[in-house]
T-cell receptor, first 117, second 111 residues
Framework: GAVVSQHPSRVICKSGTSVKIECRSL??????MFWYRQFPKQSLMLMAT?????????EQGVEKDKFLINHASLTLSTLTVTSAHPEDSSFYIC?????????????FGSGTRLTVV | KQEVTQIPAALSVPEGENLVLNCSFT??????LQWFRQDPGKGLTSLLL?????REQTSGRLNASLDKSSGRSTLYIAASQPGDSATYLC??????????FGQGTILTVHP
């Protein structure tokens, strides 16, 4: 089946540094990827929609200068948390939707646990 | 704006019991509805996807129903097992892939 590989799975960084999270579609081309964030004991909230070859679309309240999204190829989307602060500590997860004939579904990366100290 | 609510927030049952998780949504003009399972600190596992034109889907001990007119979906788990313990999320999908999630139901099945 379709797989999205997300790395790293865990990262601890110092406040003020930047962290890059990668999501790769391994056996399909993902023209669109979605980036979600999940705070402890809360549900997933969409941060932005990443489109190959164009600028990402950010949800209301998400700072685009802080969360840089790059989708330069059909198999790779990256999220960079710039100048990270402790309040950015969260679980970040990417998703791609799949359309194969009559089938439609979603596939998720395994997530990245970011801790900013 | 679509809002998704899941009830109950947490559920603890003995092994073997049948159970129902509930999901309600405010906008009935949905594209699809999906149930996911999330284990602590892990990503999401897709359980069942119901297209807008469908009423239910079944996979093994799981059955999900969809009633667009009332804005509700249920996930039925038969003969629950300790391995079913996880957070169950329902999500409403759009035609371009965006998902709106409920806050989840934390299920604990004790031996």
């Amino acid at each position: 089946g379709a797989v999205v590989s997300q790395h790293p799975s865990r990262v601890i960084c110092k406040s003020g540094t930047s962290v890059k999270i990668e999501c790769r579609s391994l056996d399909f081309q993902a023209t669109t990827m979605f980036w979600y964030r999940q705070f402890p004991k809360q549900s997933l909230m969409l941060m932005a929609t990443s489109n190959e070859g164009s600028k990402a679309t950010y949800e209301q309240g998400v700072e685009k200068d802080k969360f840089l999204i790059n989708h330069a190829s059909l198999t790779l989307s990256t999220l960079t948390v710039t100048s990270a602060h402790p309040e950015d500590s969260s679980f970040y997860i990417c998703s791609a939707n799949l359309v194969r004939g009559q089938d439609y579904g979603y596939t998720f990366g395994s997530g990245t646990r970011l801790t900013v100290v | 704006k679509q809002e998704v609510t899941q009830i109950p927030a947490a559920l603890s049952v003995p092994e073997g019991e049948n159970l129902v998780l509930n999901c309600s949504f405010t906008d009935s003009a949905i594209y699809n509805l999906q149930w996911f399972r999330q284990d602590p600190g892990k990503g999401l596992t897709s359980l069942l996807l119901i297209q807008s034109s469908q009423r239910e889907q079944t996979s093994g001990r799981l059955n999900a129903s969809l009633d667009k007119s009332s804005g509700r979906s249920t996930l039925y788990i038969a003969a629950s097992q300790p391995g079913d313990s996880a957070t169950y999320l329902c999500a409403l999908g759009t035609s371009y892939g965006k998902l709106t999630f409920g806050q989840g139901t934390i299920l604990t099945v004790h031996p």
